[in-house]
């Protein structure tokens, strides 16, 4: 894992959104299983069509150990992109975790691999294997454009998506939001005449 990866560790993905605007989130309906569930790492890409999963599995074959697995599944709910099998070998090889727009089955069998897995949700429907789809090429998955390298970081609030050419920008403004944001609850949680001050402040500037 490179250093500024290592450093959006303890970031939220708060911080990051409100750094990037939150131009670069992926569509909400995009959660974890586990509301612990938190992943950081380069984006290793999987463009794949409606139903058919192949490419996943080439994905998995293909990623590096702490990359994590982003799958363009165009958004379908009804056919799984993996179910715990594939889940599993995936977290046996050291992908740091799946992140897609489309759903997983075998809800009960992943949960327990304890992996991090964020989707749209579940289905009992498997996928073909005909052999179409791409990998480590720019997609968009829930929303946002994903390019192979991207940073992803996702916790229970959402997922993000650094774009390389800005991560060195992203990492310092993020930092800094997250000092602000633990000083200002420091100074004024807890103090009423701070609260008053702070949001007198506030509505002033409407």
Do not use: H
Not at 29 to 36: A, N, R, Y
Not at 137 to 146: D, E, F, K, N
Not at 175 to 180: G, Q
Request: glycine residues 10%; charged residues 25%; contains cysteine.
């Amino acid at each position: 894992m490179s250093d500024i990866v290592k450093e959006f560790q303890e970031i939220p993905t708060t911080c990051i959104s409100d750094t990037m605007q939150g131009l670069n989130n992926m569509d909400p309906s995009i959660k974890p299983l586990k509301e612990e569930y938190r992943v950081v790492g380069r984006a290793y890409t999987v463009k794949m069509p409606v139903g058919d999963n192949k490419y996943v599995l080439r994905g998995i074959r293909e990623a590096k150990p702490g990359d994590v697995l982003v799958v363009d599944s165009k958004g379908d709910t009804y056919r799984t992109i993996a179910g715990d099998f594939i889940v599993g070998l995936a977290q046996t090889l050291g992908i740091s975790g799946i992140v897609t727009d489309g759903v997983i089955r075998d809800i009960i069998g992943v949960k327990k691999l304890n992996y991090p897995v964020f989707c749209k949700g579940t289905t009992v429907a498997a996928s073909a294997k005909a052999g179409w789809g791409e990998v480590n090429v720019p997609i968009s998955c829930g929303g946002a454009s994903v390019n192979p390298g991207d940073i992803i970081v996702a916790d229970a609030d959402g997922v993000v998506v650094i774009p390389q050419v800005i991560e060195v920008e992203v990492l310092r403004k993020a930092k800094e939001k997250l000092i602000f944001d633990e000083e200002r609850e420091a100074k004024i949680s807890g103090n009423p005449e701070a609260i008053l001050e702070y949001l007198d402040k506030m509505l002033a500037a409407e």
